[in-house]
């Protein structure tokens, strides 16, 4: 897989859920069994707001040709999507999810994956 694709894929992810993360975070969740109190809801929304952001990023990232710009979005992208696999696998095998977050776990291992693979077989390439 092309960076550039791989970067739009992770663009469009990210602002999908990060848009329905700050504009319903409570019905978003309810999907995964899980419950949000007001200040729940506010973390939630944050973290919409992060995706968003991260969104755009690798959205215009994704024609960049500096190496060392491409290198860093990798990276950046490949440490928060490896991080949020293990997190997220810890809380499903602790059950805070329904099946539904079996999902979200997929989603980030993928995206872990992708981007491993574009930096260990691709570091160079678009």
Do not use: C, H
Not at 20 to 48: C, H, M, R
Not at 54 to 77: H, M
Request: proline share 2%.
């Amino acid at each position: 897989m092309r960076l550039s694709s791989l970067l739009v894929v992770a663009a469009i992810v990210g602002a999908a859920f990060g848009v329905a993360f700050v504009v319903a975070s409570g019905p978003l969740l309810s999907v995964y069994g899980i419950t949000l109190d007001k200040a729940g809801t506010l973390v939630a929304q944050l973290f919409g707001a992060l995706l968003i952001g991260l969104a755009v990023l690798n959205w215009f990232a994704r024609n960049v040709t500096d190496p060392e710009a491409r290198q860093a979005v990798v990276y950046g992208n490949l440490v928060g999507d490896a991080i949020g696999f293990v997190v997220i696998l810890i809380g499903q095998l602790a059950g805070i999810a329904n099946a539904v977050g079996w999902s979200s776990v997929a989603i980030y291992l993928l995206l872990a994956l992708g981007f491993a693979y574009v930096q260990v077989m691709q570091p160079r390439s678009a």
